[in-house]
């Protein structure tokens, strides 16, 4: 079996409604198990105190912006080399989940930074990289609005997102790439030294399987309603011209 046949709308149809479910119902239960263990069942860090615990929303948040624009790239390229409408249609429905990811990165990046850092915002490249990200997301989304022909929106919005990857990967790599900056470096690493306490690691994971799961639910969602949605206008196209 090929996986170009879930490219096809009505296989693409039939099988997410049968995974949808199972996926849904995982993303639940991971996401309020590693939430409520992390917030209300590990201990305040010695250095940072309750204030750590932003970790359980910031990571998987910001782990989620920077890899939904890495997914819309993947599927964006398919569109423009095969030009199979439900990748077109997977990346315009990742679009506002992984700008709402990148807010929430933002915002407790802000909320976790004030009482480390002593300011609620600085032009760290980390920082700045994820707000280029963020506006980026924005365009993409206002592109995708503002052409009426799906074909050519989908066309613009792939080259668009090429540009955009650029800051998905500056965003991930940033302290990587300068030394200098406050923004501290990765959570979770292949390094064991590099990771977090066991105590706060565990419950981590946890919550990131749980928030991977529920953008796997959400993109899904989209994606049929947006297969919908071209079908409807598909055939109010017809009944114009009959």
């Known amino acids: 079996m090929s996986i170009w046949e879930y490219a096809n709308p009505k296989r693409f149809m039939q099988t997410s409604a049968a995974i949808l479910p199972w996926v849904s119902v995982a993303a639940v239960l991971l996401s309020v198990a590693g939430l409520v263990w992390g917030f209300f069942f590990t201990p305040d860090d010695y250095r940072q105190g309750s204030t750590v615990k932003i970790i359980y929303l910031h990571v998987p948040a910001a782990m989620l912006a920077i890899n939904i624009w ?10 423009l ?5 439900v990748s077109a249609l997977a990346a315009k429905a990742a ?6 990811m ?14 480390m850092w002593g300011t609620w915002w600085a032009w760290d ?3 700045t990289s994820f707000l280029i990200l963020f506006l980026f997301y924005l365009g993409y989304i206002a592109l995708w609005e503002a052409i009426e022909n799906p074909d050519a929106a989908a066309d613009l919005t792939s080259v668009l997102c090429l540009v955009g990857s650029v800051f998905a990967l500056l965003s991930r ?14 959570s979770l690493s292949m390094d064991r030294k590099e990771n977090v306490s066991d ?5 981590l994971v946890v919550t990131i399987a749980g928030f991977v799961l529920g953008f796997v639910a959400l993109v899904l969602l989209r994606t049929r309603t947006e297969i919908r949605s071209r079908r ?11």
Do not use: C, K
């Not at 933002?106 to 930074?113: I, P, S």
């Not at 105590?199 to 419950?203: A, G, K, L, S, T």
């Open 199 to 203: 105590v706060f690691w565990v419950p």
């Open 102 to 115: 990148t807010l929430v990165a933002l915002v407790t990046g802000a909320f976790w930074g004030q009482p």
């Open 173 to 186: 790599y940033a302290v990587l790439f300068w030394n200098q900056g406050l923004h501290q470096g990765a």
């Open 95 to 100: 679009a506002p989940i992984g700008m709402t």
């Open 70 to 79: 890495i997914m819309m790239l993947v599927t964006s390229l398919i569109w």
């Open 81 to 85: 080399v095969r030009r199979h409408h």
């Open 232 to 242: 409807l206008r598909a055939l109010e196209a017809r009944e114009r011209m009959s």
């Open 125 to 127: 490249p980390r920082l």
